[in-house]
């Protein structure tokens, strides 16, 4: 028997079927090891050793690895294929030959990159050795990434109290939205006037052109600045007459895009259908692990972490047998298609996402998959037969017209598109992303009937004015597309490098918009004033390209850190000696716009309005930034710093109370308020006075003398319960407005619901929360909102939404869900990660033993004093203990 090891329980369940009863399948659930997050992991002064660190979860694995292989008559290391795949396996490979359980039996590596059992053969026929360089390229990608966190990071929380660690690639990704965001403050919007004609043709036909020439000179595009000039070009035209002088219908042809890339699908499914980055690789990763269709298994796609663009011939043969047998010879070109990867390494150029099989189509597997996975194989589906199709053959129409008054000419234009054959645009049509131009031209519609040298009848001339606006902020898709072409990260990186800025609060995502927060644009501030080098866009893809040498057997990993770490420590020591103050002065001058916004009245931004004669500066405190006066303590002006501030000047320059009226009840002046935590609502004076701040949606402006009295007067009492005769209140807490009865919460619409709710419907809302099974602190357990699989050790493994939000329950083992997590996406392999992390922790490990097998209170026991050892050392560097990010690869 061989044992054979991957990365989730999943792909080992299906891939065990393929291989029988002569192999034995486990998986590693990601990393079994990773650097311990606290200093000296990372050791430059004794030639960049590295501590590595195997948590309890980890250890388990490890030994029923062990165990097997100990009877085994060989090991074959099968993780995924690309850099990560392949640090696994030397991870896997180096804790079991420290173990002494190898001896001399065979050892080999295997890849697939499609979980198919055709795929699954033929790769177990071509074995090699663990590629070494890969693993190199991957060991200097995570010395760097902590020598930068653990070094960068206390700069940060020294001279940037609030500010959380920095990220090497984050940061620059970061500094990418930031220098948009300064962009739009900057923009200074120009008016501008477009003029056109509608003109009808002698057979009755209307059509509009465009006026593109005039007074002898061709006019650039918004080259109209006022309406004086429009008006002179209107009048020009409205007594002119028409004339085609050409009319020129150029064929041209369309030609498919390559298959996905792991960027490109990203950017499709945002585009298509409002996918996140992590939403997308979630999904993709299900799809390329296996799905039940008819009773077998079976990988739908191929490895979704890749950036080549070119598919296999045997895939390309069955993509064009499909193109002939769907749509038609027509569709097929005489060619196959090649396309050239933008990689520029060839180790990592995999092939393109794309179906494991063209004859499953996307309507006859549909049945099988859950509506996400359905839209986004759909959509691998159509580009990647779309790619191998033929051109579309587009026939271009640009009508040239002259007016002429008086001797006096100008040149109009016409221009349409009529698709004469669709071509690969019957599968498949690229979106355009927001803000983005559509280079093809087939928005300009069809025209009629037009001809050379006859004369056009005036209908109307139109006179617009515009205003140029600014460049629109990054959507996930736009960002990863720039991310690529600068050459910063890679394709596995993108998603965690967004999810790691969201979930750090340095942005926030509206409406698919990512706009900088007030702390990610102070971080990204200092980081440019002080260590400029390394948020710079060319530093950080050219320290990506020695990295894919590294992986291509081109420079020396060690060579590369010793590089990088001699001007990175110089740099950080500098900064010692830095002074609060001089951060602060920069930051005043870089973020200006954010921190002293224009006024109305033209007045110095930076002059404090309650005193008049201090200046206004950026001020540090035990929460982050905010503004104050330089006169403090005699004027005691502090306002939030805020991204919303910016819309509001005059509000927020202002720290005196405005008035709102006197409490009806205590005769009280009720005054709204702004401070550094943002504007809240104050009844009376002193320590003792009440205070609420504003709930999140309601600004300063809208705040009204009633307003204030609703929200003084939280909580609020509906009336009794007509079964316990207990009061039912409402109120806004920390995770936003909710009914409480009786020690049960239950969470409300909006605001809005805390003030207008009545008795019968919170009765209502409070007993749906108990058929969900929320019931008080302590009482019941919540229903189960679906049922994900058993656990290895026996029991069922279910998701189930608490007050504190969704989390996985195994037993009397409950984990809660990451930040950001939706409860139906999680799947079996990250519950089991949550668990078995959750079990490790104080009172953990009992509650494991008790509803577990033999086996597992065993198991458990052991565990519980290394799983103690590391949580206790992750809290005493202030951060988590990275078993979270050891099993990332596996639950992407």
């Not at 043709?201 to 650039?220: H, M, N």
């Not at 859950?370 to 194989?377: E, G, H, K």
């Not at 749906?768 to 019941?780: I, L, N, V, Y």
Request: glycine share 8%.
């Amino acid at each position: 028997m061989n044992v054979v090891v991957v990365e989730s329980p999943a792909k080992a369940k299906t891939i065990n079927k393929y291989l029988g009863s002569g192999y034995k399948v486990l998986a590693s659930f990601g990393h079994v090891r990773d650097l311990p997050a606290k200093d000296g992991s990372v050791l430059p002064d004794q030639d960049f050793e590295m501590s590595w660190e195997v948590d309890g979860a980890s250890a388990k694995r490890m030994k029923d690895i062990a165990d097997a292989v100990k009877s085994s008559d060989g090991l074959i290391l099968a993780t995924d294929p690309d850099r990560e795949g392949e640090a696994i396996s030397w991870h896997v490979l180096d804790l079991l030959k420290k173990k002494r359980v190898l001896g001399d039996k065979p050892v080999k590596r295997v890849v697939f990159n499609a979980i198919t059992k055709a795929a699954v053969l033929d790769a177990m026929k071509s074995p090699r050795d663990i590629d070494i360089d890969l693993v190199d390229a991957y060991l200097a990608r995570r010395a760097l990434d902590y020598l930068v966190g653990f070094n960068l990071s206390p700069v940060l929380w020294r001279k940037l109290p609030g500010a959380r660690s920095a990220g090497r690639v984050q940061s620059v990704a970061l500094r990418l939205v930031c220098d948009r965001e300064s962009e739009i403050e900057r923009f200074v919007s120009e008016e501008y006037w477009n003029i056109s004609a509608l003109l009808k043709t002698p057979r009755g036909d209307e059509f509009e052109a465009r006026l593109v020439s005039a007074d002898g000179k061709r006019l650039q595009a918004k080259a109209i600045g006022n309406a004086d000039e429009a008006n002179r070009l209107k009048d020009l035209l409205e007594g002119a007459s028409f004339r085609v002088e050409s009319v020129e219908a150029k064929p041209t042809r369309r030609n498919p895009a390559p298959p996905f890339t792991t960027s490109t699908l990203q950017q499709a499914a945002s585009s298509k259908l409002g996918f996140s980055a992590s939403r997308t690789m979630q999904v993709a990763q299900r799809l390329y692990e296996g799905i039940d269709i008819g009773g077998e298994t079976v990988g739908l796609i191929t490895y979704m972490r890749t950036d080549g663009v070119q598919m296999a011939p045997e895939a390309i043969d069955a993509a064009r047998q499909a193109i002939g047998s769907q749509f038609g010879e027509r569709y097929l070109p005489e060619k196959a298609r090649l396309y050239s990867t933008k990689a520029k390494n060839a180790q990592e150029a995999h092939e393109a996402i794309r179906p494991t099989d063209f004859n499953r189509v996307p309507d006859h597997v549909r049945r099988s998959l859950d509506p996400d996975q359905a839209r986004l194989y759909d959509l691998i589906w159509k580009r990647a037969i779309a790619s191998q199709m033929a051109s579309a053959e587009i026939e271009r129409t640009t009508v040239e017209i002259d007016a002429d008054k008086a001797g006096k000419h100008a040149g109009l234009r016409a221009t349409g598109s009529v698709i004469r054959f669709d071509g690969f645009i019957a599968a498949y049509t690229d979106q355009k992303e927001d803000g983005e131009q559509s280079d093809d031209g087939d928005e300009d519609g069809r025209l009629p009937e037009i001809n050379a040298r006859e004369n056009l009848a005036k209908q109307k001339i139109n006179a617009t004015q515009h205003f140029t606006e600014p460049p629109p902020r990054y959507s996930e898709a736009s960002l990863i597309k720039k991310m690529e072409e600068l050459g910063i990260g890679r394709p596995s990186t993108y998603a965690a490098t967004l999810k790691t800025l969201e979930d750090r609060e340095y942005i926030a995502i509206d409406k698919r918009k990512l706009i900088p927060e007030a702390k990610g644009r102070l971080v990204t501030a200092f980081l440019e004033s002080f260590f400029t080098r390394y948020v710079e866009y060319d530093f950080t893809a050219s320290l990506e390209e020695k990295l894919d040498q590294i992986s291509a057997g081109e420079l020396n990993w060690k060579d590369v850190l010793r590089d990088f770490w001699k001007d990175f420590i110089a740099q950080i020591d500098e900064t010692k000696e830095l002074r609060v103050t001089n951060v602060l002065d920069a930051l005043n001058d870089i973020l200006a716009p954010l921190v002293f916004p224009k006024r109305e009245d033209g007045s110095d931004p930076r002059t404090c309005q309650v005193c008049g004669t201090g200046k206004l500066s950026l001020k540090l405190g035990r929460y982050g930034a905010f503004v104050g006066c330089s006169n403090y303590p005699e004027c005691n002006f502090t306002r939030q710093l805020s991204s919303e501030t910016n819309g509001d000047a005059e509000a927020a320059a202002s720290n005196e109370p405005q008035s709102l009226g006197k409490d009806p009840h205590t005769g009280e002046e009720i005054t709204l308020r702004s401070g550094r935590f943002g504007p809240y609502v104050q009844r009376g004076d002193g320590k003792e006075a009440k205070r609420s701040s504003l709930p999140k949606g309601w600004t300063p402006a809208s705040i009204d003398h009633e307003k204030a009295i609703a929200l003084l007067s939280l909580p609020r009492d509906i009336g009794a319960h007509p079964e316990s005769g207990k009061m039912i209140s409402t109120g806004i807490g920390r995770y936003g407005p909710f009914v409480l009865h009786d020690g049960t919460y239950a969470n409300l619409e909006s605001v809005e619901d805390v003030f207008s709710i009545g008795l019968n419907r919170a009765v209502s809302v409070l007993a749906d929360k108990q058929t969900k099974g929320g019931g008080a602190r302590g009482r019941g357990t919540p229903a189960a909102l679906k049922t994900l699989g058993d656990h290895p050790d026996g029991g069922a493994i279910t998701v189930r939404d608490g007050r504190y939000g969704p989390y996985v329950n195994w037993g009397k083992v409950n984990a809660t869900l990451p930040k950001g997590k939706e409860a139906d996406s999680v799947t079996l392999e990250e519950a089991l990660v949550l668990i078995a992390e959750k079990a490790g922790k104080s009172g953990g490990t009992k509650a494991k033993a008790k509803s577990a097998s033999p086996k597992a209170k065993t198991t458990a026991a052991k565990t519980t004093t290394s799983k103690a050892k590391t949580t206790k050392t992750a809290k005493a560097t202030g951060t988590k203990a990275k078993a979270t990010g050891k099993t990332k690869k596996a639950s992407e």
